[in-house]
């Protein structure tokens, strides 16, 4: 247990897949709410639908709009996501990881919760072969100190926070295979935010370890998230 992360307790819920990209957000949105109503934290796993997430940073460009669209235009939902960063774009060969949590000081514990979750996403990564490891690299799309790459050559995890008085909401993306789309979707939307970043960097776990499913994947990393607080199953 991490005190970044407080004490828990955190139920592990398993999302149904047939929910569309909106109601991701808001499910993140009410499971942040509660926690000003007592409620425990929850850590939500699911694959989504294709997804072109936007910051409300990003959502202020004057050419939001044009980017929406071109998102829209290929095949990925856009949606305003509760968590800060930049346009992050994710399909049915991801992993998602929404963890909300109580927390008496979140905003305190705000990077080490950060460089904790990293080191503990690089390690399950690891386990399955991946030459993984915490930071950013050059030119990554939605760049993070605090991302995880493979080699340091390209980006597999992004995580992104938004901090209430009550607690937090630690969100964890992670691309596990078939990367191009989320490249092409990126590439379309990323100069109408006026972003520059290097198409090179977007990185799958298949590509370090082919055959690997989304699957062995969550088994490689929940556990390590769980162990990040006082969790419980429910």
């Not at 139920?11 to 709410?33: F, I, K, V, W, Y």
């Not at 514990?109 to 990293?118: E, L, M, P, S, T």
């Not at 030459?131 to 799309?141: I, K, N, S």
Request: hydrophobic share 45%.
């Amino acid at each position: 247990m991490t005190d970044a992360f407080g004490a828990g307790p955190v139920r592990l819920a398993c999302g149904s897949g047939l929910s569309t990209p909106q109601e991701d957000m808001d499910l993140s949105r009410a499971a942040l709410t509660a926690l000003g109503d007592g409620a425990d934290g929850l850590l939500r796993i699911h694959r989504p639908r294709p997804t072109a997430a936007f910051s409300r940073r990003d959502s202020l460009a004057p050419d939001f709009p044009d980017a929406s669209a071109a998102a829209a235009g290929h095949g990925f939902a856009p949606v305003i996501r509760p968590a800060g960063g930049r346009l992050a774009a994710y399909h049915r060969e991801a992993l998602v990881l929404d963890m909300t949590g109580p927390h008496p000081s979140p905003h305190d514990g705000h990077r080490a919760r950060f460089a904790a979750a990293a080191t503990a996403l690089a390690d399950g990564l690891r386990t399955l072969g991946v030459d993984a490891r915490p930071g950013a690299v050059p030119g990554e799309y939605c760049p993070g100190e605090f991302s995880v790459n493979a080699r340091g050559a390209t980006k597999l995890i992004g995580t992104a926070q938004r901090l209430t008085r009550h607690g937090y909401l630690f969100s964890v993306v992670v691309l596990v295979g078939d990367p191009e789309p989320v490249r092409a979707v990126l590439a379309a939307a990323y100069p109408l935010l006026g972003l520059e970043w290097d198409p090179a960097t977007v990185g799958a776990v298949a590509d370090e370890v082919p055959g690997v499913t989304v699957a062995e994947v969550a088994d490689a990393l929940v556990p390590r998230l769980l162990h990040l607080v006082d969790a419980t199953h429910g």
